[in-house]
């Protein structure tokens, strides 16, 4: 695939999988198809399921300024604040240029950037790590530790990432979540879900005590290899952060759509 076409399969991947995650959240949440922009937002004290996408194609400088004011208008209406997603390989070239500047205009701070990543590299053998068990989240109690790793990984309050996952039927048997245990302590966690005839990896987190092991990678691989196993699915995609980008090309993955997350200014 090039740029353009990798770029749309990882928005529309978005659109899918959080589509199911916030409802998950709250039955009732803002799940709409606007022009230009896809809302996934459950208004959970978690961040990651408060959610605005553009889906333009080659929208132009012009009409990426209209949909950043849309988009940030949406965002000031609700009660817990989330993030705008932008895939820059979307955008025409003047526009993706002019994007923090017209964000800025619009009330939006860049917050952090990501990469949109995919392969077709399953299935993988079956991972081992040295100093891990894995074991499949099934039960309250596994939720709530894979909600914490995640907390403790991307800096948010407990009971903020407790509030993304807790209770979840969908978590406990639709997604295929995995804990890596050492020693009998959850440290690193992964998922995977199927989404559109692919595996898409969600939330994955190491303890940052526990960073630089292979922990976050070996998880990684047991949940790609447990949801192939069970889907026969050969291709996966994801959204990388700064900290994980490293990782996945080892699995397989290919870089492929810079993203940047914008939240609200005020």
């Not at 991947?13 to 959240?25: C, E, I, P, T």
């Not at 300024?65 to 705008?84: D, Q, T, V, Y």
């Not at 891990?132 to 800096?155: I, K």
């Not at 979840?168 to 245990?181: K, N, Q």
């Amino acid at each position: 695939m090039h740029a353009l076409a990798d770029s749309i399969e990882s928005m529309e991947q978005l659109a899918v999988v959080w589509r199911a995650m916030v409802l998950d959240r709250d039955p009732d949440a803002d799940v709409r198809d606007l022009p230009g922009i896809a809302v996934r937002w459950a208004d959970s004290r978690f961040p990651f399921w408060n959610c605005l996408t553009l889906t333009e194609v080659r929208a132009d400088t012009a009409l990426v300024g209209r949909r950043l004011s849309e988009a940030a208008a949406i965002m000031r209406s609700k009660r817990r604040p989330g993030f705008l997603w932008v895939f820059d390989d979307l955008l025409r070239d003047d526009a993706a240029a002019a994007l923090d500047a017209a964000a800025g205009r619009a009330g939006l701070v860049h917050a952090f950037p990501g990469t949109g990543m995919a392969g077709d590299f399953l299935p993988l053998p079956e991972p081992s790590h040295p100093e891990l068990t894995f074991v499949r989240v099934t039960t309250d109690a596994q939720l709530l530790a894979y909600a914490d790793l995640n907390a403790r990984a991307y800096g948010f309050p407990v009971q903020d990432a407790r509030d993304g996952l807790a209770g979840s039927t969908l978590w406990r048997t639709g997604v295929h979540a995995y804990l890596g245990l050492r020693d009998g302590a959850p440290v690193t966690c992964a998922a995977t879900v199927e989404a559109d005839g692919r595996l898409f990896v969600a939330l994955v987190a190491t303890d940052p005590a526990w960073e630089r092991r292979g922990y976050g990678e070996a998880v990684t691989r047991k949940a790609l290899y447990e949801g192939a196993r069970a889907t026969g699915l050969t291709r996966a995609t994801l959204h990388a952060t700064v900290a994980g980008a490293p990782v996945y090309p080892r699995i397989g993955f290919e870089p492929n759509s810079p993203m940047r997350f914008y939240a609200l200014t005020d």
